[in-house]
């Protein structure tokens, strides 16, 4: 038989690497401590792929010669201690996906906040260009399982700092960091640098050739970009200053700088409007003019972009008020961005599984713009404390239909109801997805 491969989650990227393992000769089992989803254990089944669900049975797993383990389960989890204990080899889905590979070229994008925009922007424009993409990882199909079933010449990949944390080789033609903010601290002993560590492993194999872009004007980036060997061309991006290479905004024009090539774009030509979206776009143009995508383009498909669910999208305006689902707020930063973009009194929905937040970094966009704080989650006494002496009215409730009907009664023709909850979602929701799909139905209930 084959090398002894192990899975640990059979999650989206558990059974793309199960398949891929298989595919290429591997003796594969995956175990998972709770239940599959009916469509995973169909696929495993039809490729004859060994699999447990509701336990880990030791002995089926610590005879591995590598194990992959799922960017949900924690390094402290007791069988993931035993694995470690015995010295087995640990890595990630993407590090699979990326041996088996072949010629074909990577973009990958990680970052706190504005990482799946980016990577579906950038994924937006390739495939406007009509290069042959695949949008692969957290945002799309598992790496993995494109890779085994439909490979394609280039893969556009979002990375989380859980699935750096266990790569070897995974070496990127084009890494973008988007920003490093606080978030997950509590996969990270609550230490803020083994996060940022995480998050610069994406350059820690790339060569000369390779490419990095990243955010000048993000301070935690700056700060720890000297500590890290980095051997890629570093392209910045910022909004504060000019730069020779990279890209910049001035006076409302972005100008982007690759080489010899200069390129130049209004800003008011961009789909997706605010502040942090003017960053992702940025981001997704350096790497898409390094690839030599003709400039008319990048400039078409950054014009007819469309933003996506659950992130900023307008769900409807009920009696002049807007609705907003930005479920995919999962943290205080994401929180911020949507906050520093609102031009109307807003009233704000926040809760659900607090990741260790400082909800001090919105304190004064809550006194500047919002008028009314409704509670989605089932501990709401975290952002009592942080803003009862700010806003006047916070209520508390524990689903969508009654979030959205607290905050329609406080909400006066002119406001805006924007769901933007700074927490993840699993004490009342299955994800962000679901939480914002139930929000959307209850506005549309209205």
């Not at 669910?309 to 929180?335: C, L, P, Q, W």
Request: hydrophobic residues 40%.
């Amino acid at each position: 038989m084959g090398k002894r491969f192990v899975i640990l989650g059979g999650g989206e990227s558990g059974v793309g690497a199960a398949l891929l393992a298989k595919q290429k000769g591997y003796d594969v089992f995956l175990s998972d401590g709770s239940s599959l989803k009916k469509e995973y254990r169909n696929e495993l089944t039809e490729a004859g792929i060994a699999y447990e669900e509701g336990q880990h049975t030791e002995d089926l797993i610590l005879n591995a010669d590598e194990v992959m383990k799922s960017p949900g389960i924690p390094e402290k989890a007791a069988i993931v201690k035993m694995i470690r204990a015995k010295g087995i080899p640990v890595i990630s889905e993407v590090e699979l996906a990326y041996r088996y590979k072949g010629n074909s070229k990577i973009i990958a994008i990680t970052g706190s906040n504005g990482k799946t925009t980016t990577t579906a922007l950038t994924f937006h424009i390739c495939k406007a260009a009509g290069l042959d993409a695949a949008l692969v990882g957290n945002i799309g199909d598992s790496f993995a399982k494109q890779v085994a079933l439909d490979p394609r010449p280039l893969y556009v990949v979002e990375v989380s700092s859980f699935q750096l944390d266990d790569i070897e080789t995974f070496r990127p033609d084009i890494a973008i960091l988007t920003n490093i903010t606080e978030d997950h601290l509590d996969r990270y002993e609550y230490k803020f640098e083994n996060y940022i560590r995480s998050k610069f492993r994406i350059t820690m194999n790339q060569q000369a050739n390779d490419t990095f872009i990243y955010c000048a004007d993000d301070e935690v980036t700056l700060k720890y970009l000297t500590e890290y060997n980095i051997k890629s061309n570093q392209l910045p991006i910022s909004m504060k200053r000019e730069l020779p290479n990279g890209a910049f905004i001035k006076d409302g024009d972005m100008y982007v700088r690759t080489g010899q090539d200069f390129t130049t774009m209004s800003v008011f030509d961009f789909a997706l409007k605010g502040k942090h979206n003017q960053y992702n776009t940025m981001a997704a143009c350096v790497a898409t003019t390094t690839m030599d995508i003709r400039k008319d383009k990048i400039r078409d498909a950054v014009k007819n972009f469309q933003s996506l669910e659950h992130r900023m999208e307008h769900v409807a305006t009920v009696r002049g008020v807007d609705f907003i689902n930005d479920s995919k707020a999962t943290n205080v930063n994401s929180t911020w961005y949507a906050l520093e973009s609102m031009t109307k009194p807003t009233i704000l929905i926040l809760g659900g599984v607090d990741k260790g937040n400082d909800y001090s970094l919105i304190a004064d966009l809550m006194k500047e713009k919002v008028k009314a704080i409704i509670c989605l989650g089932t501990d709401n006494s975290k952002i009592h404390e942080a803003f009862e002496n700010m806003v006047g009215t916070i209520v508390n409730t524990n689903n969508a239909l009654d979030a959205v009907h607290a905050a329609f009664h406080f909400a006066e023709k002119g406001d805006v109801v924007l769901l933007s909850p700074a927490c993840a979602s699993f004490d009342l929701f299955k994800n962000y997805e679901d939480r914002g799909t139930q929000f959307k139905q209850a506005v549309k209930e209205l």
